[in-house]
Each structure stands twice: as structure tokens, then as C-alpha cells.
């Protein structure tokens, strides 16, 4: 078995540990001896290679990085991308990416960028004098499709930890979120919502390394790659997953949620 | 200076040094901002006032890494021709470490008898220093990605530098890193007197760019910049394919030169000193002699001995710094005289409190030269986790890598040493507020 990563812009789009999340799936289908091909989805890719990869990662870019992303993710390209998450090709977009699949980005000063449209959401920015929403994040799974999946892969309640730094907010229209805020601001630290699920792709303001700490994640999406591309469900052996557990019970205990870690 | 500011810059500074005088008696502190803090707001000229009387001119040094060791270095090549120096040493660099520094070395009237100041300034306070302070230099050494929780962006950043020292007398004198395509352009539109430092010594090339990059694109075009090389990050030999822009002729012809400590960015700091002292008169044999006697700053790539083991830090606070440092020290794992390697990741203030930063550093090296990995720190298992992500698959059977961690950083740093053979020397690798941790436990004594 081979799966492709497509790895949105790796230069442009990386400034914070993005490309963990890119890392994590590569080792973990390597130490269960799937084979794995990065593909650089930038400026030299061609529209075509858009639809040769099995999940897309895409991260986080500063702003004059992301407005040559946004020039060079027109038309053809942004057609193949959109109908490959359309069709179900997994994903996972952290830090700014979300803003890019969304409607429109209204900075804090200048104009509108305009988004690909696939999800239905929308980000303001509230003006450089509003502070930005930085700190360690936990947030529950919502999902009920995307729970239940999570449940054969992973023991404890499906919490993703991580850390947002963002100063857009993001509003949901009839995309649903990802998950519901514990600890942390989230979309837009008003209405209690975090991040978006399309399909298979899970968009998320938690930034770059999500998956090495939530390997469930990871897992999920290697399998759901797996059973487009075969159409089969594969069962992922288990990998030894203590330090994940580690890291995860130590920030479950500075934020005061380790009561909430049951074992299945 | 007028009579009143006299005056009254002589009772700013008489309550500082009274404020100093409690904080240090009650041992609430090391007095190293709060006197600063209420002098200034007892006369808000106090800054400007303190840099007109430093008699050869203050040096503002500024840059994401390096601010210390080179500030250091300058001092000890000033010191060692008999001048007398008021530098920040604690490392506080914001306005009001910059105040409580000078006001260390003034008498109780105000008067500040120095020929230089050497101020290691946070680069994000540059343009409210020069708003109203007259330096005589500024040397900036380069600009990587550092606590964007903090700042933000490199290019707001330079272009915030270029606006503030655009105005400034055309008698100051410019010290940048050619090397650096930022700090390059940044020369290009000023009328101050600009001398540059940097490397040509193509054989010190890194054989590819590391991730960590954040500036590959023509500050002046946007084009892609072409490299010839890189030695560092985003430092090296460049040209634009697409405008004029390219590296500036150096003022310094670093092969000549040697350097302090160890690592390439330590030759940076090296050069980046002796520059400067040159244009300030040194003679170059007097720098040289300085330079192969130097003594690390704490923290910065310091030798200690401990228990009869020989023990190097090597501070480390970003992607680019870490990077660094595994070169350091895979350089002297794969000549034998290193196996044992302490990471210690904290996430506090003075740290950046987000360690994603981590999965942007190649850790990669570290493990495939094998020998020991202890992790320790606030964030013990997210540098486990990076660290576990970094072998080889499958595994080398030449050079295994074993992965110690232990949240507990005494007992952590107790197996590191325990680990490290008589002959060798173990390598700790902190973060900022790590560093002041595990120093203080290797020597007994709190520093600042």
C-alpha cells in the first residue's frame, strides 16, 4: 500500500511547527510499512498533481506568504482541490489554512481576500487593537460520524489539545465545527465552536504539530486515505503511543481536565 | 544639558539608586528593571540625557540571536584597551533595562562617566529607542522567526527598523550582517555611514536550506533569491535572479579571522565585534588577542565542570538556535568526543509559551548520530514526542539512539551526567528559562 501526501505550499504556508502534522502521518504510515510519497503542492505544482495525493495537509503562512498562495490557488488548481475534498480526500488545514478554504478573510486593515468557498465560513479580523487569541486550547469532538470512527482507535474521550495564536475570528455558516471549546478561545471565542469538518477534511485554528498529539487524528486520517484509495477498510496495527499519552495527561493536568480522561 | 534637566535628572537618578538600594537590601530581586521604571516616569527624558553623556557613544546591538555573546565580546575588546563600559549585561533590554543599566554606573548627580554603552536592545523596541536617543552605532546581527506570539513578522519588523533609523544623524555608523538579504536591503536606503560583515568561506556551506527558513525571497523584488550557499538559516551567498539586489562587498574578509566558542553562529559574533571595534579604532592584534581568550557569556555555549564531568550549554531559544546547536553538536558526536545530549524545552514567558516551534527545527541528525537523548522541562514529552518522530526508519543498528525523558529536570539532569563518559562532554540544550534552571543547579548559585 502508498499513500500520497499533498503538503499545501511547504515553504509559504509553515510558520508554526505546520509541518508536524505532515511528519506525524509520514512516520506512522512508514512504521506499519505503508509506503509514503510527499508531494509540494506550490507554485511549480501542476493542476494535475492536485488530484494525484491521498490526504492534504495544509498550514499556516504570515501574510505576505499567504497573498502569493492565494494568487497562485486559482482556477484550475483551486477547481481540483476543491472537488478532491468534495469527493472526500482527507485533509487536515490548521493555523490560517482554515481562512483560506473559507468564503472571504476581511483583514484588520485593506481589503477582503476572497477564499476558495469550499467551507461555509467567514473570518474578520477585529482591528490590530484587539488583542489576539493565543494559548493552549483543549476542545471536544462533535461530530457523531467522526467520533464513532475515533472510538476503535483510541481509548480516552476524543479531546484535541493543542495551542491557537490567531487575530481573525472565524464565524460558521452551514459548515459544521469540529469540536466544542473546553479550555481555550476557539473560532472566535464567542460562540464556543472550534474549527470545521468538511467531509473528511478537519480544518482547525490549533496550529502545526495537532497530530503528533492527538495521533488518533492521524490514524483516522491515514485510514480514511486508505479506504478511498482501496476501497477497503483497513484495520491499522497499533503503535506504541506512551509519550502521546504523556504529553496529553501533563496538559490535561495544567489545564485541569484530567477527570475527564476516562480509559474505555 | 540645561540647569532644570540637571536638576531633575539628578533626583530621577537619586531615587532609582535609593529603589535599587531597598529592592537589593529586602533580596527582592535583582533590581534589573523596576528602578528604570519609576526613574523614567520622574523625568521621561532621562534616556536621551544618559546617551549624550556617554563619552565616545553607546552601540545599540540588536538581531534575534547573538545579542549577548557579541555585546560580550565587544566589552571585553573595549575593556582589555582600558575603557571604561556600562553594558545591560542581565540581558534586560527593553526600555527600562536600558534606563536601570546606565543609571547602574551614574553617580548620584546624574553624571554618567563612560566611554561606551553597549546596549543589547529587543528588536522590537528599536524604533521607540530612536525616537529620542542618539546612538553612535547600531549593529544588527540578522532576523529569524522568534516568538511570533510575541511579534509577528520579520518583514514588519525591518521595515519598522528602516523607518526609525532613517532619520538619524548621517554620522551614525551601521554595522549589518550582509549575509542576511534583509538586513542587506535594510543598508541599501540608508544615508548613515553602512559597513558590513558576513562570510565567504564556501567551504562552510550547509549541504541544503534548512525547513526553518524565513527569508528566501528578494526583499526588494519578491522574486525567489538564487543561492550560492548557505552557512546559517537563511544567511549566505545570494544574488537576485530577476533585479540588482544582491549580498553587499564585506568590510571583513572572515577567512582571515578566527573565531570564539564553538559553532558557525559564534563566528558571526565574532566577526560582527571585530568590525566594530575596528571601526571604532581598535587595533586588530589587540582584537585577536581577545578573541582567542574569550570567555562564554552564561548560558552560551559555557563550560562548566561538575562532578569531575565536563558540561557545555548551549542556550537555545528558537528554530534557528536549536538548529544551530545540533550542529554544534553532531560536529562533536561524530568525532567521538560527545554522546549524551539534554534537551530542556519550557514554555514560560521569557520562552515563547507555544513550543510548536520545536517540529519546525531538523532534530532529525540528532538522532541518527546515535548516543543518548535526555528530555526534561515544562514540556518534557512534546520534545519526547518531537525527538521520537526524528528516528530513522527502521532504526540504524550502527548508531542506535536511546530516548530518555523525565519531567522531573534534577533527577533528569542526574542521569545526564551519571550517562557521560570521564573523556567526554555532555551537551545541554535549554531554553531561556531552562538555562537559568539547570545553571543554577550545576553552580548553587541564582544568577540575575
Known amino acids: 500500500m502508498e499513500l500520497r501526501i499533498g503538503w499545501l505550499y511547504p515553504t509559504l504556508m509553515s510558520t508554526y511547527g505546520d509541518r508536524g502534522n505532515v511528519i506525524c502521518l509520514q512516520q506512522r504510515c512508514q512504521w506499519r510499512n505503508i509506503e509514503i510519497a510527499i508531494v509540494r503542492l506550490d507554485q511549480n505544482a501542476t493542476p494535475e498533481q492536485f488530484d494525484q495525493v491521498d490526504v492534504i495537509v495544509g498550514g499556516g503562512a504570515q501574510d505576505r506568504q499567504q497573498e502569493i498562495v492565494m494568487r497562485d490557488l486559482q482556477g484550475e488548481k483551486a477547481a481540483k482541490l476543491r472537488s478532491q475534498l468534495d469527493n472526500g480526500i482527507p485533509g487536515v488545514f490548521t493555523c490560517g489554512s482554515p481562512q483560506l478554504l473559507g468564503k472571504y478573510y476581511e483583514p484588520g486593515i485593506g481589503q477582503r481576500i476572497d477564499g476558495l468557498g469550499l467551507l461555509d465560513l467567514v473570518t474578520k479580523h477585529p482591528g490590530l487593537n484587539t488583542p489576539r487569541c493565543i494559548g493552549n486550547v483543549a476542545f471536544e469532538l462533535v461530530s457523531p460520524e467522526l467520533v464513532a470512527a475515533l472510538e476503535p482507535l483510541w481509548p480516552e474521550a476524543p479531546i484535541v489539545v493543542g495551542f491557537e495564536n490567531h487575530g481573525g475570528r472565524t464565524y460558521l455558516g452551514e459548515t459544521q465545527p469540529l469540536g466544542k471549546v473546553m479550555i481555550g478561545y476557539g473560532n472566535n471565542g464567542e460562540d464556543g465552536w472550534e474549527g470545521a469538518l468538511h467531509r473528511h477534511a478537519i480544518a482547525t485554528y490549533s496550529h502545526g504539530p495537532l497530530l503528533p498529539k492527538n495521533p488518533f487524528l492521524a490514524d483516522w486520517l491515514i485510514q480514511t486515505a486508505l479506504l478511498q484509495k482501496y476501497d477497503r477498510q483497513v484495520t491499522l496495527q497499533k503503535l506504541d503511543d506512551s509519550l502521546a499519552i504523556q504529553a496529553r495527561a501533563a496538559m490535561f493536568k495544567r489545564l485541569e481536565l484530567s477527570s475527564l480522561l476516562k480509559t474505555a | ?448
Open chain 2, 1 to 448: 544639558m540645561n540647569l532644570l534637566d540637571r536638576v531633575r535628572l539628578g533626583a530621577a537618578v537619586a531615587t532609582a539608586k535609593a529603589i535599587t538600594a531597598i529592592v537589593k537590601g529586602l533580596k527582592l530581586g535583582a533590581a534589573s528593571v523596576l528602578p528604570g521604571s519609576i526613574a523614567r516616569r520622574l523625568h521621561p527624558r532621562l534616556l536621551p540625557l544618559l546617551f549624550e553623556q556617554v563619552k565616545s557613544g553607546v552601540v545599540l546591538i540588536v538581531g534575534t540571536n547573538g545579542k549577548t555573546t557579541t555585546s560580550l565580546l565587544l566589552r571585553t575588546i573595549l575593556e582589555q584597551q582600558g575603557k571604561h563600559v556600562t553594558h545591560n549585561a542581565t540581558g534586560a533590554n527593553l526600555i527600562n533595562g536600558l534606563i536601570t543599566a546606565l543609571l547602574a554606573d551614574t553617580d548620584a548627580f546624574g553624571t554618567l562617566d563612560r566611554d561606551y554603552a553597549i546596549l543589547e536592545v529587543d528588536e522590537n523596541i528599536l524604533p521607540l529607542v530612536l525616537k529620542d536617543c542618539r546612538p553612535r552605532y547600531i549593529l544588527a546581527l540578522n532576523l529569524f522567526r522568534d516568538q511570533l506570539d510575541r511579534y509577528g513578522e520579520v518583514d514588519t519588523i525591518s521595515r519598522r527598523w528602516q523607518s526609525a533609523i532613517a532619520p538619524l544623524p548621517t554620522d551614525t555608523t551601521i554595522i549589518l550582517n550582509a549575509d542576511d538579504p534583509t538586513l542587506n536591503f535594510l543598508g541599501q536606503n540608508l544615508t548613515q555611514t553602512v559597513r558590513y560583515f558576513g562570510l565567504n568561506e564556501p567551504d562552510r556551506y550547509l549541504s541544503e536550506i534548512p525547513h526553518a527558513v524565513d527569508s528566501i525571497y528578494c526583499p526588494q523584488c519578491g522574486a525567489s533569491l538564487d543561492y550560492q550557499g548557505v552557512y546559517l538559516s537563511h544567511l549566505g551567498d545570494y544574488a537576485c535572479p530577476s533585479c540588482d539586489f544582491k549580498k553587499h562587498p564585506l568590510a571583513i574578509n572572515s577567512p582571515e579571522w578566527g573565531q570564539i566558542l564553538i559553532g558557525i553562529y559564534n563566528k558571526y559574533n565574532t566577526l560582527a565585534a571585530a568590525l566594530l571595534a575596528q571601526t571604532m579604532g581598535i587595533d586588530r592584534n589587540a582584537i585577536t588577542q581577545t578573541i582567542q581568550t574569550f570567555k562564554a557569556a552564561f548560558g552560551r555555549a559555557e563550560e562548566l565542570t561538575y562532578e569531575g564531568k565536563h558540561i557545555r550549554i548551549l542556550l537555545s531559544k528558537n528554530p534557528v538556535g536549536l538548529n544551530e546547536s545540533i550542529r554544534a553538536v553532531n560536529e562533536l558526536k561524530l568525532a567521538g568526543k560527545s554522546s549524551v545530549t539534554f534537551l530542556i524545552l519550557n514554555d514560560r514567558t521569557p520562552d515563547g509559551t507555544d513550543v510548536s516551534w520545536i517540529w519546525d527545527v531538523d532534530t532529525e541528525p540528532l538522532t541518527t548520530s546515535g548516543g543518548t537523548i535526555i528530555v526534561s522541562g515544562d514540556r518534557t514529552y512534546d520534545m519526547a514526542l518531537r525527538i521520537q518522530y526524528s528516528q530513522a526508519n527502521p532504526p540504524s543498528q550502527a548508531n542506535p539512539c536511546e530516548l530518555i525523558p523525565d519531567d522531573n529536570l534534577q533527577s533528569a539532569l542526574k542521569t545526564a551526567i551519571a550517562r557521560t563518559p570521564a573523556d567526554e562532554t555532555l551537551h545541554i540544550v535549554p531554553t531561556y528559562s531552562a538555562m537559568l534552571e539547570v545553571r543554577k543547579l550545576l553552580t548553587g548559585r541564582e544568577i540575575l
